[in-house]
């Protein structure tokens, strides 16, 4: 499956400062998405983040590594492979703790893969040392005879350095290639197997023609041994040749391992943006159906203006003639006014005029009264005389 985000959230992402070792420098404009992702065929897990197409994080997570929480909503790791410090800014609290606590769950199960590689490797180094050392005796029994003084040397030695294992039996020219009779067809039952000649049995004439066979089996050795040499030289420098091609080809498949984890993120980011591309034409469809709402709504407030300002201009007439009103009004209470201080003065004249009247009244009575007497007098006077 390769690698796969298995968590993620979004922060703003900070490295220290290569030259002052303190400061922050952003690394992103804004809050990008932080994932981890799982490698399942190498057991890595890996803090990823992208900032467009470029990975300002690319941080693999070992069991050395302790993420610290510097406040509530920062918190910082050093990579020393990446010889930095990255530093994450959260929008909450919670969002900080749980991205801590995948932090510390996927450091221990780095540490727990760790720990079971090295076991496997441990496992598996005695037996990869006993197929060598055994290729190694199958390459002298391919070259020398069985009973070659270089095979039997390389036996006791192998002899002494496989002491204490395993094996139970000594190794022979005989136990390692099979005897004459393993290694030669049934005879019939009339013939009798050949003696294996010895040193001592053989004749003296026949020394000369031995020692011949020997130096010429012996110049024979020494052109196949430097032909050994000679492969095995080349050999040790294909091997070289080897190691360094298959050095280059595994940072060759690192750099697209990385890329393809960069395009995978990329990808995931797309796939993100799609889903944030959709909710935004949602999001859009509802404002533009609120943006509608609002026009109408608006319409209907210009109706409704239109309606005050004819109503504001009614009450300004209303108000002019009231206030034309009001002026006519002020010139009839003076009117009035006047009215009634005439009135008043009237009044006062016609008191003034009836006091007057009474006063003449009481005058008129008083003579009409001293007539009486005068005439009342006048009579009796007449009467007497």
Request: charged share 25%.
């Amino acid at each position: 499956m390769g690698e796969q985000p298995i968590f993620s959230t979004r922060a703003h992402v900070f490295q220290i400062d290569p030259n002052t070792k303190k400061n922050w420098v952003p690394t992103s404009k804004h809050a990008v998405t932080v994932s981890y992702f799982y490698d399942s065929t190498r057991n890595v897990y890996r803090i990823i983040s992208l900032d467009g197409s470029k990975a300002i994080i690319n941080s693999t997570i070992t069991p050395n590594m302790t993420f610290t929480k510097t406040s509530q909503k920062f918190g910082q790791w050093a990579d020393s492979r990446a010889n930095t410090v990255y530093g994450l800014g959260f929008s909450s609290e919670h969002h900080l703790s749980k991205f801590a606590e995948k932090f510390q769950e996927f450091k221990e199960a780095a540490r727990l893969a760790k720990e079971k590689s090295q076991e496997k490797m441990e496992l598996t180094s005695t037996p990869s040392q006993l197929v060598s050392e055994n290729s190694l005796l199958q390459w002298h029994q391919q070259y020398y005879p069985p009973q070659h003084p270089c095979l039997i040397n390389f036996l006791t030695s192998f002899q002494k350095e496989s002491a204490g294992g395993d094996l139970q039996s000594p190794l022979t020219p005989e136990s390692i290639n099979g005897t004459d009779d393993e290694r030669t067809p049934d005879l019939t039952q009339n013939s009798e197997p050949r003696p294996e000649p010895t040193q001592n049995a053989l004749p003296f004439t026949h020394s000369s023609a031995i020692s011949k066979h020997w130096e010429a089996e012996l110049a024979t050795l020494k052109g196949n041994n430097a032909k050994l040499t000679a492969a095995l030289l080349e050999s040790t420098a294909n091997v070289k040749q080897w190691k360094q091609q298959l050095a280059a080809y595994q940072e060759e498949a690192e750099r697209l391992h990385k890329r393809v984890t960069e395009l995978e993120c990329v990808s995931s980011q797309a796939n993100a943006v799609h889903t944030h591309k959709t909710e935004l034409n949602q999001t859009i469809q509802e404002l533009e159906e609120t943006l509608k709402v609002k026009e109408e709504e608006i319409e209907r407030l210009k109706q409704e203006i239109d309606n005050a300002r004819e109503l504001q201009e009614q009450r300004d007439s209303l108000t002019q003639k009231l206030q034309e009103v009001e002026i006519r009004n002020k010139d009839l209470e003076g009117q009035l006014s006047d009215l009634e201080q005439r009135l008043e003065k009237s009044q006062n004249e016609q008191e003034a005029f009836r006091n007057n009247l009474k006063t003449l009244l009481e005058i008129l009575d008083g003579k009409i009264f001293e007539l009486t007497e005068l005439r009342d007098n006048l009579a009796k006077l007449l009467e007497r005389s």
